[in-house]
């Protein structure tokens, strides 16, 4: 295994120990344009060209007081960037719409059955969301879904499931609105955080294979003291396996029993 740099590693950090940044706040990128909404009027979205410097407004035609009540104007764009969600509102632009603006308006979308507290991730070519739902004081269960169904793919005690569902088995979000993210290729989900280390892990982390329903690992070495001694390459290779630039075989990895 080829050893990181200083200059890697505080990338890969940057990118995806801080992915709140990126996620949920004011604005949110999608190559070079910025968007957010007017904070004087949060039916206005602001999209302004990075490049060039150029603004324009795009109206939202159906904007509710629910959909930014709790959200204050947070946004969340899609791993697949297609969609723009508004935090806490379970409703999503379309980028597309969105930039093409159609007389000057575009439209607020929700997903059938996306009905649980907190929509984190869509993923539009394999009909695929993310969703989270609070069971307890800062407890939360994970759903993820194909369009239209309310069957959770994956189980586990970070999943929800409305038969046995335990509130003591949730998963906390802290400071945070959730870092869960789907593949592009559809074939993994982040639940609230990168880990890909063998053993016991904190609630909430894993990447996991949503056929098999089985968490990604990777040989994983512990010091004297009992620590990782390799979590930079393990977090690197997690990372790789989830944007499917290498499979989990060639990487030497495989999936938890």
């Known amino acids: 295994m080829k050893s990181f740099t200083l200059i890697s590693l505080f990338t890969i950090f940057h990118i995806y120990s801080l992915s709140a940044l990126s996620y949920d706040s004011i604005s ?99 009909k695929l969301f993310l969703q989270f739902s609070l069971e307890g004081k800062d407890s939360w269960l994970a759903s993820i879904s194909h369009f239209g169904s309310d069957i959770n793919l994956l189980h586990g005690a970070d999943f929800y499931n409305p038969k046995t569902k335990k509130t003591e088995q949730g998963f906390s979000l802290g400071d945070t609105n959730g870092d869960g993210q ?21 609630a909430g982390s894993g990447v996991w294979n949503i056929k098999s329903n089985k968490r990604v690992i990777f040989p994983t070495k512990i010091d004297e003291f ?32």
Do not use: W
């Open 182 to 202: 789907i593949s592009i290729n559809g074939k993994y989900v982040v639940v609230n955080d990168f880990n890909c280390q063998e053993g016991k892990i904190p």
């Open 28 to 126: 949110v990128k999608n190559n070079d344009i910025k968007i957010h909404l007017d904070n004087n009027d949060m039916s206005e979205v602001i999209l302004e060209n990075l490049i060039t410097g150029s603004a324009k407004k795009c109206k939202i035609s159906n904007l509710t007081e629910e959909d930014t009540k709790n959200g204050n104007g947070l946004l969340r764009i899609t791993t697949d960037k297609k969609a723009i969600i508004l935090f806490s509102s379970h409703r999503y632009l379309l980028m597309n719409e969105l930039n093409e603006c159609d007389n000057g308006k575009t439209k607020l979308y929700s997903l059938p059955n996306s009905h649980i507290t907190m929509l984190q991730d869509i993923n539009f070519e394999n």
């Open 226 to 257: 009992g620590r990782v001694r390799n979590s930079d390459e393990i977090l690197a290779m997690c990372i790789k396996a989830f944007e499917g630039a290498s499979t989990i075989q060639q990487l030497g990895g495989t999936l938890d029993l």
